[in-house]
Every structure is written in structure tokens, then in C-alpha cells.
């Protein structure tokens, strides 16, 4: 599989899901199809957007009960998935460290 | 979730030929129906321009005065006339998608049912060569243009197809396509008749790298090559449960959880600073000529009118 040279380029539909009933999506946007390249904040940029909220909430992702902390490529790679398969992505509220708090 | 270790490879020969002479029986009328509405459309119906030489004539050809006058006035088919249509001769090239995500959205079977229904009409119709290749992380070619397309190599053509490839090149696809046409052009039979290219793209639609696959398929239509990208939808619900028996035979697996056309499928964009984008995946699918097909029934109808349109076209464009 040589994905290194258009590795950009490279799709995957997801579905996201979540647990928690007050952070459901209004409106269920069905499986989407986005670029493998995406990370933790581009996905808590696609929720807010889903979502509409008037301020941004930073979201965690889970994918197979395992937090995502590298892109969607290199976690697939890593966990031996292909990007042929819908990938199921839970959301949850990020937990904000204390001291980032306490700056805001 | 699949892992990429998966086992599951190319079927047995007997499998694959139980397979095709299944979907050869169940398609056979409907592979008439697209027999005779192709017979229609594929047969000469272009006035073909003037050409030479003749004695007599509509036009001078002007590229002949000189060696006329030299030769003594001798050499006188000097006249270009407007001929009767020519024979056509066609290359027909089936790309089947056998990539994961045809086994994983259950469309591999509907695909294979698609590719006997279409193989099939086009070998009664005896109209010219036909080719299958198979596609994913490469391009492989399961059957050659030179080759007649009978049962025995529709089953042999089956017998290539996993449904196990890790992506879906579809930019790769139609670069090697070009040079399979390229090649078949300068190999082809029927010389001195007129020859035209057609690939149809058998697939669950799923691609990417949209920009450059446009850049391919604009310069397909210069060299007169066309493609009709038939997208086998998922949503193709009831034909499949009927075939569920076949697709356990053939290690396709089938989910009941629901699926959700390609139609309703979104794109999103999202940008380094974290503004999101969505649209509608088809709206800007990079092929103009497209079918959304849910069951086998509606091809041969959807076909026709895609070719027929493209025909006009060619027919307007040539003035
Ligand atoms: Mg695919």
C-alpha cells in the first residue's frame, strides 16, 4: 500500500456516535466522508459545526473504546484498519486540564 | 471492524463458476433487453465526413491537385464525397471495483451481477472486443480485449475477484486505462473501420483524489475514449437479501445494520484553522457520465440513456 505520496489525499466515511444525550447531534448527518489526515482538533471542529454552537467546545474521539492522539492515518495504521472500512467515531467533552481553566 | 490481515481471498474456481452461471441464468433476459437497446444505439448512424478519392465528387481535395497536375493529369481521384456510414468497431473495457468496501457496504454481489448482465449483452451483440479489468490498490486486467468473452471466461473473469483490496484507486485506474486503450487501439482488429473506446467503471463510487481524476477523464474525451461510472448503490436492499445465499458462498459478507445511499453521503473539508465544510459527496463527483443503480433491473434502461446522450453529443460535436 503505498499511501506515502498521496497520503493527503486519502478518504474514510466515518460515523460519529456519543453517549451523552446532551451533546447528541440535532440532526444526524449519516455517514461523511473525510480526509485521513484529520486530527482530534478537526474533528472537535466538525462536531461544534454539527452541533451549531454559538462557542466552541473541545470533544475527545474514540475509536474501537481508544482515544485518538495521532491523525486517522497513522491511527489506522497503527491499529491495522483499513480506510475501506467505516470507521465509527465516539465523541465525549474533552476534559479540560485545571490550569487551562483557570487561564480562561 | 476488518483488519487487514484478513484471510479471505480469491474464491475457488468452482465457486466462482457456480457464481457466474448463476448470475448468467438470472440476468439473461435482462442482458437481452440491453443487447437490443445497445444494437440501436452502437450501430453507425453518423453521416461520416467527406473523404477521398473519387473521380467523381462533392469537393476538390486540394491535397491532391499538385500530384495530379504532375502525373500527367493521370491521377485523378481528385474528389471527396460524402461516404456512407462506416462500420463501427468497438473496444469495450468492464472495471469492477474489488476493493474492501465493496464487501464491507454489501455491493460486491450487485457488482458481479452488474458486470455478467453487461458482459453478456455485449457478447451477443458481437459488436467488438470486450475487456474486464480489476482494480483497487492496482489495476489487473481479468480479461483480455483479444480474447472472445464466453461462460468459461466470465467464470475465469469471477474467479479473480477477492473484494479484499486495501484502497480504491480510481486515479490509477484511469491512467492504466489509457495505455490499455492506447495498446488495444494499435492492436485491435477491424482495421479501416472506425474505432471507438467506451469504459464502463463498475464501483461502489467511493474515491478520491477528485481533481486529478478530472484532469484524466477530460483527457479521455479528447483521445474519444468514453466512461460511464455505474455506481452500485448500497442501498440496494431487497435484491441483495435474495442473494445472500450466494454471497455466504462467495465469503461476502453481509451486514444487516442499515445503509445509507450514496446519495445521502457528505463530504467534509475541514481546514487547518477548523472551518468545516460539507456538500454533497455527488455533487462533485469527478465523472460526468454516472448511474446510481440499486438493482440489475434498471441497468439496461439507465445505460441506453447515458449512451444515447453521449452519442447526440459526439453527433452535435461533430458538426
Ligand atoms: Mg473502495
Known amino acids: 500500500m503505498n499511501t506515502a505520496a498521496d497520503g493527503l489525499q486519502t478518504k474514510v466515511q466515518i460515523k460519529l456516535t456519543t453517549r451523552h444525550a446532551d451533546i447528541e447531534l440535532p440532526e444526524d448527518p449519516g455517514v461523511l466522508l473525510v480526509s485521513t489526515s484529520v486530527r482530534r482538533y478537526g474533528l472537535s471542529s466538525l462536531v461544534n459545526s454539527l452541533l451549531q454552537t454559538p462557542k466552541p467546545t473541545p470533544f475527545e474521539f474514540l475509536i474501537?473504546?481508544?482515544?485518538?492522539?495521532?491523525?486517522?492515518?497513522?491511527?489506522?495504521?497503527?491499529?491495522?484498519?483499513?480506510?475501506?472500512?467505516?470507521?465509527?467515531?465516539e465523541y465525549t467533552r474533552a476534559l479540560i486540564p485545571p490550569k487551562h481553566v483557570a487561564s480562561l | 471492524l476488518t483488519h487487514l490481515?484478513?484471510?479471505?481471498?480469491?474464491?475457488?474456481?468452482e465457486t466462482a463458476r457456480d457464481l457466474w452461471l448463476h448470475h448468467e441464468s438470472t440476468t439473461h433476459s435482462l442482458a437481452q433487453t440491453l443487447t437490443e437497446h445497445l444494437r440501436l444505439?452502437?450501430?453507425?448512424?453518423?453521416?461520416?465526413?467527406?473523404?477521398?478519392?473519387?473521380?467523381?465528387?462533392k469537393r476538390l481535395n486540394l491535397k491532391r491537385i499538385i500530384p495530379y497536375i504532375a502525373s500527367g493529369y493521370r491521377r485523378d481521384k481528385i474528389w471527396l464525397r460524402r461516404s456512407q456510414p462506416s462500420k463501427r468497431a468497438y473496444q469495450?473495457?468492464?472495471a469492477l471495483d474489488d476493493s474492501r468496501s465493496m464487501a464491507e457496504s454489501g455491493t460486491a454481489n450487485l457488482a458481479l451481477k452488474t458486470l455478467a448482465l453487461i458482459a453478456r449483452a455485449l457478447a451477443m451483440l458481437e459488436v467488438g472486443e470486450v475487456a474486464v479489468v480489476c482494480f483497487g490498490d492496482d489495476v489487473k486486467v481479468a480479461h483480455e480485449f483479444d480474447k472472445p468473452f464466453t461462460s468459461d471466461a466470465g467464470a475465469e473473469v469471477f474467479g479473480q475477484f477477492s473484494f479484499q483490496q486495501q484502497r480504491t484507486d480510481v486515479k490509477r485506474l484511469v491512467e492504466r486505462s489509457l495505455e490499455l486503450f492506447q495498446d488495444a487501439r494499435m492492436n485491435g482488429q477491424g482495421r479501416g473501420e472506425e474505432l471507438w473506446q467506451l469504459m464502463l467503471i463498475v464501483s461502489?463510487?467511493?474515491?478520491?483524489?477528485?481533481?486529478?481524476?478530472?484532469?484524466?477523464?477530460?483527457?479521455s474525451q479528447e483521445?474519444?475514449?468514453?466512461?460511464?461510472?455505474?455506481?452500485?448503490?448500497?442501498?440496494a436492499g431487497q435484491s441483495l437479501e435474495q442473494d445472500s445465499a450466494e454471497a455466504e458462498a462467495k465469503g461476502i459478507g453481509q451486514d444487516t445494520k442499515e445503509k445509507q445511499s450514496i446519495l445521502d453521503l457528505q463530504s467534509v473539508d475541514i481546514t487547518t484553522e477548523g472551518k468545516v465544510v460539507r456538500w454533497r459527496y455527488m455533487d462533485r463527483f469527478p465523472f460526468r457520465w454516472y448511474l446510481v443503480v440499486r438493482d440489475v433491473a434498471e441497468l439496461p434502461g439507465v445505460l441506453a440513456t447515458a449512451l444515447r446522450q453521449w452519442f447526440a453529443e459526439v453527433v452535435d460535436a461533430a458538426g
Open chain 2, 92 to 94: 469495450i473495457m468492464i
Open chain 2, 41 to 57: 444505439i452502437l450501430a453507425p448512424t453518423l453521416a461520416t465526413k467527406l473523404r477521398g478519392d473519387f473521380r467523381t465528387g
Open chain 1, 64 to 89: 474501537n473504546g481508544q482515544f485518538l492522539r495521532t491523525s486517522i492515518d497513522d491511527f489506522l495504521t497503527a491499529n491495522g484498519i483499513s480506510a475501506e472500512s467505516t470507521l465509527t467515531i
Open chain 2, 204 to 219: 461502489d463510487g467511493i474515491c478520491d483524489s477528485h481533481e486529478e481524476i478530472q484532469r484524466l477523464v477530460r483527457m
Open chain 2, 223 to 235: 483521445q474519444r475514449i468514453m466512461i460511464v461510472f455505474i455506481v452500485v448503490d448500497a442501498t
Open chain 2, 5 to 13: 490481515d484478513s484471510s479471505t481471498t480469491i474464491p475457488t474456481p
